[in-house]
């Protein structure tokens, strides 16, 4: 069974850091698409950084700020999130999918950043 754990959101300050995490099972393997999305109350929910390749894909309001990563040995995916403004405020989730079947979300988590 597919199951996606985020963790890492929190309160912070402009210009701080955090990082995200998504731990996958039953193993990171099995995907050959994982991304983080995020989504603000009654707004669409939008690609931040994507791995499908070996070239990470970012949205261009986080470009030299995020990094989506991804170590195998402990079935997560991470994003690392530096000089974070306000506008970054919102609930990020993972996504993953595998060949001949549906996409897989994560619960989510928060993260807010004030000025």
């Known amino acids: 069974q597919v199951q996606l754990m985020e963790s890492g959101g929190d309160s912070v300050q402009a210009g701080g850091s955090l990082r995200l995490s998504c731990r996958m099972s039953?193993?990171?393997?099995?995907?050959?698409?994982m991304g983080w999305y995020r989504q603000v109350p009654g707004e669409q929910r939008e690609l931040v950084a994507e791995?499908?390749?070996?070239?990470?894909n970012y949205a261009d309001s986080v470009k030299g700020r995020f990094t989506i990563s991804r170590d195998n040995a402990k079935n997560t995916m991470y994003l690392q999130m530096n000089s974070l403004k306000p506008e970054d405020t919102a609930v990020y989730y993972c996504?993953?999918?595998?060949?001949?079947?549906?996409?897989?979300w994560g619960q989510g988590t928060q993260v807010t950043v004030s000025p």
């Open positions: 996504k993953t999918s595998r060949p001949f079947d549906k996409p897989y």
């Open positions: 039953p193993s990171i393997s099995i995907f050959n698409y």
């Open positions: 791995l499908s390749s070996r070239t990470p």
